[in-house]
């Protein structure tokens, strides 16, 4: 029952803006939006999370729709080490918390 | 500040070996997680524990036992290895369910032979 739904795969070219959307059309109120990266072989990176407003740090921003049934991830300035696996999890808050990975989607950073 | 710390990185067992997996971090964090990830797929919760002296189930728990020894440590324990289980292994901490990031290990190869 998969709470997010992302494309296979994307690329963009190094320098350029990677846009990575996310659909949560069934996301509930008390659900924030997190996400994670995973380079080759390596664990899982947060990278940043929101509940409605936009949120932005030193790695990306997100920018979540009013209705918060999507949201995209932007990497402002893509470099070749930002290729990786990009997670979109919605996970909520309270006792019953789990942080659920589904694939995720591949972004390629092309030279 | 290590982080998460898991050990060892790399293990081949042969089936019906068993072995356990260990798992400390260094930042005072309440929850702990293991997960698995078979080639070309997500990472799959194996057990969690919210905190100190509980633990529970994830999507996948058949086959492990976990103990989380302290506040540090959350170890996962293979009583009886199946080549089914030949995976990589995450461990993860964060400060409290579902509100905070999480910190990842950097994995333990194990293939079961």
């Known amino acids: 029952d998969a709470k997010t739904t992302q494309p296979t795969s994307m690329d963009c070219a190094e320098g350029r803006a990677a846009n990575l959307p996310c659909n949560h059309s069934t996301i509930s109120g008390n659900e924030y939006v997190y996400w994670y990266r995973q380079i080759h072989s390596q664990g899982p990176q947060y990278i940043i999370h929101?509940?409605?407003n936009n949120e932005t740090n030193e790695m990306a921003s997100l920018i979540i729709t009013e209705d918060r049934k999507s949201s995209t991830l932007i990497l402002p300035h893509a470099t070749l080490r930002d290729t990786a696996v990009y997670y979109c999890i919605v996970l909520e808050t309270g006792a019953n918390s789990k942080l659920t990975f589904g694939k995720g989607i591949t972004l390629s950073v092309r030279p | 500040n290590a982080g998460v710390t898991q050990t060892p990185k790399f293990q081949v067992l042969k089936t019906g070996q068993s072995m356990t997996l260990q798992c400390a971090q260094d930042?005072?964090?309440?929850?702990m997680y293991w997960y698995r990830q078979d080639p070309g797929m997500g990472l799959r919760l194996i057990y969690y524990s919210a905190s100190e002296g509980t633990t529970d189930k994830g999507e996948v728990p058949n086959g492990y036992n976990v103990s989380r020894l302290n506040k540090r440590e959350f170890s996962l324990r293979l009583e009886s290895a199946a080549p089914s289980q030949t995976s990589v292994y995450f461990c993860a901490s964060s400060e409290m369910r579902g509100y905070t990031e999480a910190f990842f290990g950097q994995g333990t190869r194990l293939t079961v032979v």
């Open positions: 929101g509940l409605k």
């Open positions: 930042m005072n964090h309440n929850s």
